[in-house]
């Protein structure tokens, strides 16, 4: 059972950048699919960004493509959430989520229900 942990939140001004860590101790963490969500003050969930179990594939949501990048090291059981160029909007409490592979499917990479595991999340705030 993965447990996951977030770092690397913090306060930056917006154009500034961030890099978050979602780090595991499960051995098997190359089996598993990772992605990123945020949740604003007052609103929702939302899907960030996703990265297949070797990272051969990525996804992104329309607010931060081009932006942010999600990448893995599995050698490590590490994956990154580099975020550039960042807005006031992007102000929000980040969620790293897992997946084992076998039972992912990436067509729904976007949807909460899609992820098992789930750390605690690290805040980002950006002020303008």
């Known amino acids: 059972q993965a447990q996951l942990a977030e770092s690397g939140g913090g306060l930056v001004q917006a154009g500034d950048s961030l890099r978050l860590s979602c780090t595991t101790s499960?051995?098997?963490?190359?089996?598993?699919?990772v992605a990123w969500f945020r949740q604003g003050p007052g609103k929702e969930r939302a899907f960030v960004a996703a990265?297949?179990?070797?990272?051969?594939?990525?996804y992104y949501s329309d607010s931060v493509k081009g932006r942010f990048s999600i990448s893995r090291d599995n050698a490590k059981r590490v994956a990154y959430l580099q975020m550039i160029s960042l807005k006031p909007e992007d102000t929000a409490i980040y969620y790293c989520?897992?997946?084992?592979?076998?039972?992912?499917?990436?067509?729904?990479?976007?949807?909460?229900?899609?992820?098992?595991?789930w750390g605690q999340g690290t805040q980002v705030t950006v002020s303008s």
């Open positions: 990265i297949t179990r070797n990272g051969d594939e990525t």
């Open positions: 989520a897992a997946e084992e592979s076998h039972l992912y499917d990436a067509k729904y990479h976007y949807r909460s229900d899609e992820y098992k595991y």
């Open positions: 499960e051995r098997s963490f190359s089996f598993y699919a």
